[in-house]
Structures are given as C-alpha cells and as structure tokens.
C-alpha cells in the first residue's frame, strides 16, 4: 500500500524580540531587614553578593499575577494581537501549583487562547531555553508569535535564616514577544547540562516529605555556594564566549551584556573573562532587585532599554545558569 506524504510546514527564516514586559515585587527589602535572621551583615552580602535591596511581593501578589503583567506589557508594546500569539512559555520554579501550568492561565488572562502553553523547568536558564525554543516554534512554523515569560515568587520558598541562598531571593516576572525577522535576532543558542552536580542547588525536601513530616516545614531552597560560584565563573563564562562565536561576532560588536542575575561578583568576572569594552552596558540589575531566577534576565533587559533606549536594535548577549545544573545563552537584538 502506498502512503502519501506527511505535509510539512516551515516557518519565518528568523526570529527577533518584538517587546519586553516587566513587573517586580511591589516590597522592597533592604539587606538590614534581613540580616538579623542569618547573623550576618549589611556590609557582608554587599560584599559577597552586591546586593543592596531586592523586591519581594507581598502576600496576596503572586508569581502568577507578576507574569500576566509582565505579558501584557510586552504584547502591547509589540503591537500585534493576542489571537496572533501562536504559545505562550513560562519558566518558572515557583509556580504555585505542581500542574496545571502557569503558562496556561497566563495565556487565557492575555487572550493568546487557544494558544499552546507549557511551562519550563530550568530554573535561572530557564528564559534562555524559553527564547530557544520560541525560535525553534517560529522558524518551523508551528507558531507566528510566541510569548516567553520568566516568574517567580521565590520569596514562598526562602528560609530567612538559610546563609546560602535566601538573602539574594527576590520576585518579579519579565517576558517578551517573539516574532518573524527579516534577518536573524536570535542566534543559535548554546545550552546544555551537568547533572553530575544535582545536589549543589535544589530544595531542602521532596514534595513526598513535606506532605508527611512531623515538623509541617516546607521545602525551601539551597545551595552549594562555593560550587556553584565556581561552576559559574570559569564554565560559564566559556559557555557565553561559545555563543559569541557561533554568532559570529566579538564582545566589542555588544550593546548590552545581560547576564543572570545571580550575584555581582560573577557578573564583574565575566566581563572581565569577555573583554567586554567600557562602550557595552553592563546589566547589574542585582543590586535592588536581588536574585529572582527565571525573571532575572527579561527584568534586566527591560531596565536596560528603559535607562538606555538608544542601544533599540543593538546587540545583547544573554546568559542564564543554575541548578540542575544547566545553562544557555544566545545573541539576541534589542527591540
């Protein structure tokens, strides 16, 4: 029996970031309101992390309120209509339930229905895979448009006296519009794993033990500090020199440098390791908005166009890395 062939359909040639939406906690929270719980001091987390203050939403402000937002900005600012919007992508560690996803109410809450919408899983790159796979959709024509979203509420799973992870946590969401290009804005992406260091950041109990332990206490994050500071530090800054050269471009041909938003000293060291010259505006977005994972990127993006609109149509290499622990990072052109 002769079988006729599968249709195929392909899509846009290339991709670019159409807008950027942002929303962050609506608390802001200076380092001396929390160093009392881990004995520590102001001066040691600015030291250590370059952290001034970060923001934290209050108790009835979730993550996925913050990403509804954040969406609706970037789809009004990108002009084109939530029918058009073929998925809707949320990464996220923190949603508020384990299923359904948040991607899903935030489509429905913009109007993208009956748009497909997944959730991501890859924590602090979790946005960088986001975008990835926008373009992967695009280009192979399963969607025009495609809305990426980074959101946490880490606030929910800190623990105020944990030294290792809870005093850079913060809440926020930030998301963009992908769409057709004439010519590339997102370049191939670079990404990857090493499972091989699982344990160095995650939560402090399963699911399966905060349901039946004694002590009623819910699973919170950690980390491995010294480990994942030097997994950042010398890999990852081998991981962003990768997508530099597979775009084909130097750290000079930059406008912007948006890395995760992970502590102030990893984002000095990369520069450093790039070379980036004094003209890239470096995003330090760390310093009063703090660490909030998935968010981080989309958050400082948009800070840095709205400081800087002149560097629209420019250049950006973005980076994100955490647990897992897994990474990418691409070339992307401001919108």
């Given at each position: 029996m002769t079988r006729p062939p599968l249709k195929h359909t392909t899509g846009s040639e290339f991709t670019r970031i159409y807008a950027v939406g942002?929303?962050?906690?609506?608390?802001?929270?200076?380092?001396?309101?929390?160093?009392?719980?881990?004995?520590?001091?102001?001066?040691?987390?600015?030291?250590?992390?370059?952290?001034?203050?970060?923001?934290?939403?209050?108790?009835?402000?979730?993550a996925s309120a913050m990403a509804i937002?954040?969406?609706?900005?970037?789809?009004?600012?990108?002009?084109?209509?939530?029918?058009?919007?073929?998925?809707?992508?949320?990464?996220?560690?923190?949603?508020e339930v384990p299923t359904p996803s948040m991607a899903a109410l935030v489509a429905d809450a913009i109007g993208a229905t009956p748009a497909a919408a997944y959730d991501i899983s890859a924590a602090c790159a979790g946005f960088c895979y986001g975008i990835a796979q926008a373009d992967a959709l695009i280009r192979a024509g399963v969607a025009r448009f495609v809305v990426v979203i980074g959101a946490e509420k880490l606030s929910d799973v800190a623990e105020p006296t944990d030294r290792t992870i809870s005093f850079l946590l913060a809440d926020?969401?930030?998301?963009?519009?992908?769409?057709?290009?004439?010519?590339?804005?997102?370049?191939?992406?670079?990404?990857?794993?090493?499972?091989?260091?699982?344990?160095?950041?995650?939560?402090?109990?399963?699911?399966?033990?905060?349901?039946?332990?004694?002590?009623?206490?819910?699973?919170?994050?950690?980390?491995?500090?010294?480990?994942?500071?030097?997994?950042?530090?010398?890999?990852?800054?081998?991981?962003?020199?990768?997508?530099?050269?597979?775009?084909?471009?130097?750290?000079?041909?930059?406008?912007?440098?948006?890395?995760?938003?992970?502590?102030?000293?990893?984002?000095?060291?990369?520069?450093?390791?790039?070379?980036?010259?004094?003209?890239?505006?470096?995003?330090?977005?760390?310093?009063?908005?703090?660490?909030?994972s998935a968010a981080s990127i989309p958050l400082a993006m948009h800070r840095v166009l709205e400081e800087h609109p002149e560097l629209s149509g420019g250049y950006a290499l973005i980076i994100g890395f955490g647990a897992g622990l897994v990474y990418a990072a691409q070339i992307v052109r401001l919108p």
């Open positions: 942002a929303a962050r906690g609506d608390v802001v929270v200076p380092n001396d309101d929390i160093v009392g719980p881990i004995d520590s001091s102001d001066e040691w987390i600015q030291q250590r992390t370059g952290v001034i203050t970060r923001r934290r939403a209050s108790e009835n402000l979730t937002s954040a969406a609706r900005e970037a789809v009004n600012r990108s002009g084109i209509d939530p029918s058009e919007i073929g998925a809707v992508i949320v990464a996220t560690i923190s949603n926020g969401a930030g998301a963009v519009v992908v769409g057709p290009a004439d010519e590339a804005g997102i370049s191939p992406t670079v990404w990857g794993s090493d499972g091989s260091k699982w344990e160095s950041i995650g939560m402090t109990k399963t699911t399966k033990q905060a349901f039946t332990d004694a002590d009623t206490q819910l699973p919170t994050l950690r980390q491995d500090g010294q480990t994942v500071f030097r997994w950042a530090v010398w890999e990852m800054a081998k991981v962003a020199q990768e997508a530099l050269d597979r775009a084909g471009i130097t750290s000079a041909d930059l406008a912007a440098f948006i890395p995760h938003q992970a502590n102030m000293r990893i984002i000095t060291e990369f520069a450093k390791q790039l070379d980036v010259p004094d003209h890239v505006v470096i995003a330090r977005d760390i310093e009063d908005m703090g660490n909030s």
